[in-house]
Nanobody
Framework: QVQVVESGGGLVQPGGSLRLSCAAS????????MGWYRQAPGKGRELVTS???????RYADSVKGRFTIAKDSAKNTVYLQMNNLKPEDTAIYYC?????????WGQGTQVTVAS
């Protein structure tokens, strides 16, 4: 089993910044990808960003130029730096870890962008 723990959510004003962290622990042999999804009220879960084992990165069009994913492989941790936040970024952010062929999810962290 792999445990995934997120942190760093909160309330921020439009234009502000937040940094989310996601740490994976447990029975880890090979992490093939880590990333973030989000789910806004009344909407489905959508991919925000992902980083593969080879360093390949994907971003949703809605966050390109504002969000940055980074990885500390030694700590099995990824970070999501979110700048110039907008009210439409309000959602629960879920970290996922693809360990070999299995996906593991964190419990989610709330990000609210409001004035």
């Amino acid at each position: 089993q792999v445990q995934v723990v997120e942190s760093g959510g909160g309330l921020v004003q439009p234009g502000g910044s937040l940094r989310l962290s996601c740490a994976a622990s447990g029975n880890i042999l090979s992490i093939n990808a880590m990333g973030w999804y989000r789910q806004a009220p009344g909407k489905g879960r959508e991919l925000v960003t992902s980083m593969g084992k080879d360093g390949n990165i994907r971003y949703a069009d809605s966050v390109k130029g504002r969000f940055t994913i980074a990885k500390d492989s030694a700590k099995n941790t990824v970070y999501l730096q979110m700048n110039n936040l907008k009210p439409e970024d309000t959602a629960i952010y879920y970290c996922y870890v693809l360990e070999r062929f299995d996906n593991y999810w964190g419990q989610g962290t709330q990000v609210t962008v409001a004035s």
